[in-house]
């Protein structure tokens, strides 16, 4: 499990590499959001239900609803309308997704050549996006309605993106060569 790698083998690596004197300063992964975007699906309620099961099935969690903190009438959108949903996963349930997420999902993704590493956001937390759902292993393509995108930010303490790359690569993250 990535967990046990983490403590075992990562944090070993990391504190060599950046030269961290204390097991406590060593980056590591606090959270991971699953994000998805109503889109043209706002006006029809079988769309929203078909991402909360979507997103319960993928991270094991309920997801909550996001809505509109102000009216935008070029999208049709009214101030507390549900514009998405979003899972954050912690603990154990987090270091789970991401060996599956690693292991599994990305292999499953059509013509994958590794991920940009450029999508990092200077804070030490990246971000990546799916065109289509199917990628996880728990979306039977028999039960699929409609496809729906995915966002997935996995969030860091570390200082500098140099410093979460490198946690991310240990953990087994496919990031392109630069």
Known sequence: MLKELYKKEIIPKLQEEFGYKNIM???????????VGLGKGL?????????????TKISGQKPIHTKARKSIAGF??????VIGMKVTMRGNRMWEFLDKLFNVSLARVRDFRGLSPKAFDGQGNYSMGFKEHTAFPEISPDEIDRIHGLQVTIS???ETDKEAESLLRHAGLPLKKK
């Not at 300063?25 to 994000?35: E, Q, S």
């Not at 049709?76 to 309308?81: L, Q, S, T």
């Open 25 to 35: 300063a060593v980056p590591t992964i606090k959270t991971v959001t699953l994000n």
């Open 43 to 55: 006006k029809d309620a079988q769309y929203l239900d078909t991402i909360e099961k979507t997103l």
């Open 76 to 81: 049709k959108i009214r101030e507390g309308a």
């Open 156 to 158: 860091t303490n570390a």
